[in-house]
């Protein structure tokens, strides 16, 4: 079976561009978690839905980033306008059942903002 | 209150050495605690998981240890192959204000030496 989707694998784009990130979860999975990593951060969650409802939104940092989940197979995080400090590798996670717990991660976007 | 405590940053093992990992938290509202690897340019990925009515769980030769009054728990890795070489994260998950979350430990970036 297919794991988790991630597109593009890596971005590269200039200060002020808008950017967006694309996420197939594994099928029959109906939460889907999108996470920030960066060696000064670590991994960090920026927002989760639970059959395509968003239930936390709270590590969203600002504004300029957004997701959308329009259905149980699709989801996008979308940076606009991008900045320089937002280069990172972002994943998208999914797991079964509405649970934090079990989750696959795919193999994320490397993304650099020059 | 959400953060999880990883240590060491970093580890450099012998092969067929003990590898030895810490973390801790400090709300006891957690009540699952999984351990993921990430190896160069993948996600992580869910490697073993406890819940806190045990102390200890097996996997092969990954071994959870957890203490509930101390709130800290490690993953041991015996027999350290170089293969094990990867970045281990711990974790904790539960309902935190109301919400499910899984908030990662910052990481341990394990060598293991042929």
């Known amino acids: 079976d297919a794991g988790v989707i991630q597109s593009p694998r890596h971005e590269v784009t200039e200060m002020g561009q808008e950017v967006t990130l694309r996420c197939k979860p594994i099928?029959?999975?109906?939460?889907l978690f999108w996470y920030r990593q960066t060696m000064m951060r670590g991994l960090e969650l920026l927002i989760y839905?639970?059959?395509?409802?968003?239930?936390?939104d709270s590590g969203m940092p600002e504004d300029r980033f957004s997701a959308k989940m329009p259905n149980a197979s699709f989801s996008t995080l979308k940076i606009q306008p991008s900045e320089p400090r937002d280069s990172a590798v972002y994943f998208c996670?999914?797991?079964?059942?509405?649970?934090?717990?079990?989750?696959?991660f795919g193999p994320g976007t490397r993304l650099t903002v020059t | 209150q959400q953060q999880v405590k990883q240590s060491p940053q970093s580890l450099i093992v012998q092969k067929g050495g003990i590898s030895i990992i810490n973390c801790a938290y400090e709300?006891?509202?957690?009540?699952?605690f999984p351990w993921y690897q990430q190896f160069p340019g993948k996600g992580p990925a869910l490697l073993i998981a406890?819940?806190?009515?045990?102390s200890e769980k097996k996997e092969g030769r990954f071994t959870i240890s957890f203490n509930k009054s101390a709130k800290q728990f490690s993953l041991h890795i015996m027999d350290s192959q170089p293969g094990d070489s990867a970045t281990y994260f711990c974790?904790?998950?539960?309902?935190?204000?109301?919400?499910?979350?899984?908030?990662f430990g910052q990481g341990t970036r394990l060598t293991i030496n042929p």
């Open positions: 996670a999914s797991s079964f059942s509405g649970s934090t717990r079990n989750q696959y």
């Open positions: 099928s029959g999975h109906n939460s």
């Open positions: 839905f639970n059959n395509n409802v968003p239930i936390d």
């Open positions: 709300n006891t509202a957690f009540d699952y």
């Open positions: 406890i819940r806190p009515d045990v």
């Open positions: 974790a904790a998950s539960g309902l935190i204000q109301g919400a499910q979350k899984l908030v």
